[in-house]
């Protein structure tokens, strides 16, 4: 089993709609928890970072957290031609960051 | 600037000339990183360390080596370089605190033939 799983997409999207990822982990024990934007053949930079459960609000991206259920997503509203690009989800387990594969998001016209 | 530097960016080589791949953080970080990157495969951890002269393996060392003489820089080291080497490879620091962001370099695209 991976660590950290995601949905392989690619999601595609009207502009203006709300794309929706999620991310699943196997360490019940992690404790923080990433998510970075990848456009192709650039390194990643992060957008949003949560530890707590609940929601966490920043701009047009809300991230989700459910320990319980070991389960991330990120919701990203207004969705935007910019917003096109991998988004991968990262793990912090006893100071390792594992990575999911990503999922590759494409918002149309 | 904070940053994470990486040289070179691009290197076409051949079968089992040695390489290394340079990385350099001004952050005053204790924890770095070399991850590859395959398509489908997500980002994996080939070896880290926890400070100087503190190195450990990841999830994909064979083939690797690594060192940690200063703490700003942290060199990837390719003995003998075989085509199923050629991946994107990108370094990464951050502090080694469990909740701290970490910043990736700009990535070096190595294609080994």
């Known amino acids: 089993q991976k660590e950290v799983e995601q949905n392989s997409g690619p999601l595609s999207v009207p502009e203006g709609a709300i794309a929706s990822l999620n991310c699943t982990y196997s360490d019940r024990g992690s404790q923080s928890f990433f998510w970075y934007r990848q456009y192709s053949g650039k390194s990643p930079e992060l957008i949003m970072f949560?530890?707590?459960?609940g929601d966490k609000e920043d701009g047009r991206f809300t991230a989700q957290l459910n320990k319980a259920s070991q389960y991330v997503s990120l919701l990203i509203r207004d969705s935007q031609p910019s917003d096109s690009a991998t988004y991968l989800c990262a793990v912090m387990s006893d100071y390792k960051l594992s990575f999911g594969a990503g999922t590759t998001v494409t918002v149309r016209a | 600037e904070a940053q994470v530097t990486q040289n070179p960016r691009y290197l076409i080589t051949v079968t089992g000339k040695k390489l290394t791949v340079t990385c350099s953080q001004n952050?005053?970080?204790?924890?770095m990183s070399w991850y590859r990157q395959d398509p489908g495969l997500g980002l994996r951890q080939i070896y880290y360390?926890?400070?100087?002269?503190?190195?450990d393996k990841g999830d994909v060392p064979e083939g690797y080596k690594v060192s940690r003489k200063e703490k700003r820089n942290f060199p990837l080291i390719l003995e003998s370089p075989s085509p199923n080497q050629t991946s994107l490879y990108f370094c990464?620091?951050?502090?080694?605190?469990?909740?701290?962001?970490?910043?990736f370099g700009p990535g070096t695209r190595l294609t080994v033939l």
């Open positions: 990464a620091s951050r502090q080694q605190t469990s909740t701290d962001t970490q910043y």
């Open positions: 360390s926890m400070n100087v002269e503190v190195t």
């Open positions: 949560i530890y707590s459960n």
């Open positions: 952050m005053n970080h204790e924890y």
